[in-house]
């Protein structure tokens, strides 16, 4: 998911018009309805009904456009820091950035403004694999992604763990609790969707279970557990999401729902700043300068600190998914 697909569903909602969104957006009328339909692909969800005489919005799309528009708020938020006048004047960082990783971000942002470079630093929404290969191919400048990835020939350094959470029903009664065992959750159905979708935290979801000796009991979906169909799916009963630690912000306050920390030494993705071994830049490298220090007392960090996985614990993960875990249902 990526910004200019939640502007073209927010201009869609709004304008009730392929057309008109796509003028508003200054892009084709087919560009806006491939972005909405991938959209709706990534999510899982039916945003609008199609008719002859013209568009409107689901229930689903009406339940998601308060969402939406809060993203795409904090992205022009984000937009408003990072680029000024001065700054273009002065150079430019491009930033990979991590789904998630906002409140990383704007915390690195605002050291990094601290320091008075003026630099701009232009935020690019992008998967942590495909950071590696932008790095690679010279898109990007610096990156701000999970681990594992392939970071040989590129410079890493770590900023903090991000702990894995589960995502239950308001009503369970573990609910209330501050962290939870995975062993307590081993009878519970979990929703899972296709590798592809993320694997990174797909590969420490087995590994947490390989680990506690559990078989899981998945329930296949296509919906990420931060969209409407994730929530209603847990709020409902049909089963429990693992997810990752930014979600215990971005959902914190939502209905019928809670986030619950997994407590395991292993539930724990590393998030780090890569760039490339031979940079030169003065204005990248005083970035990541910046990104070190905005984290140096992990104490303080977004989520609390914790072993990560190694090759060796992904090695048995790769073993134990061989073993074919039991699975309900089909994939809506």
Request: hydrophobic letters at 40%; charged letters at 25%.
């Amino acid at each position: 998911m990526e910004v200019r697909h939640i502007q073209a569903f927010i201009a869609v909602a709004e304008e009730l018009s392929l057309r008109r969104a796509g003028r508003r957006l200054g892009v084709s009328q087919a560009s806006i309805s491939r972005q909405v339909q991938q959209l709706e692909q990534e999510l899982g969800l039916t945003l609008f009904l199609r008719r002859r005489d013209g568009i409107e919005l689901t229930h689903q799309g009406t339940l998601m456009l308060d969402q939406a528009m809060r993203l795409a708020a904090a992205a022009a938020e984000f937009a408003d820091h990072m680029k000024t006048v001065e700054s273009h004047r002065r150079g430019v960082v491009r930033l990979g950035i991590g789904w998630g990783l906002w409140d990383a971000v704007n915390r690195i942002r605002a050291r990094h403004e601290s320091r008075g470079s003026g630099v701009a630093v232009l935020g690019n929404d992008m998967a942590s694999w495909n950071q590696v290969e932008a790095l690679r191919q010279r898109r990007i400048d610096v990156g701000l992604l999970r681990l594992p990835c392939d970071t040989r020939e590129l410079q890493c350094a770590a900023l903090y763990n991000e702990c894995v959470v589960a995502i239950l029903p308001a009503a369970h009664p573990l609910a209330g609790r501050s962290s939870v065992k995975l062993s307590e959750l081993a009878n519970e159905r979990l929703l899972l969707h296709d590798r592809d979708h993320a694997p990174i935290i797909y590969d420490k979801i087995f590994e947490l279970y390989s680990g506690a000796g559990i078989t899981p009991h998945i329930v296949a979906t296509t919906a990420s557990p931060a969209a409407p169909a994730g929530m209603i799916s847990v709020a409902s009963g049909k089963g429990i999401y693992l997810g990752l630690g930014s979600l215990m912000t971005t959902m914190k306050d939502a209905p019928g729902i809670a986030v619950v920390r997994i407590e395991d030494p292993r539930a724990a993705l590393q998030v780090c700043i890569v760039w490339r071994t031979a940079e030169a830049s003065p204005a990248v490298l005083e970035f990541v300068e910046a990104a070190r220090e905005a984290f140096v007392n992990n104490s303080n960090a977004i989520s609390r600190p914790s072993r990560i996985s190694t090759p060796a614990s992904r090695r048995s993960d790769q073993k134990y998914r061989g073993k074919k875990p039991r699975t309900y249902g089909s994939r809506p």
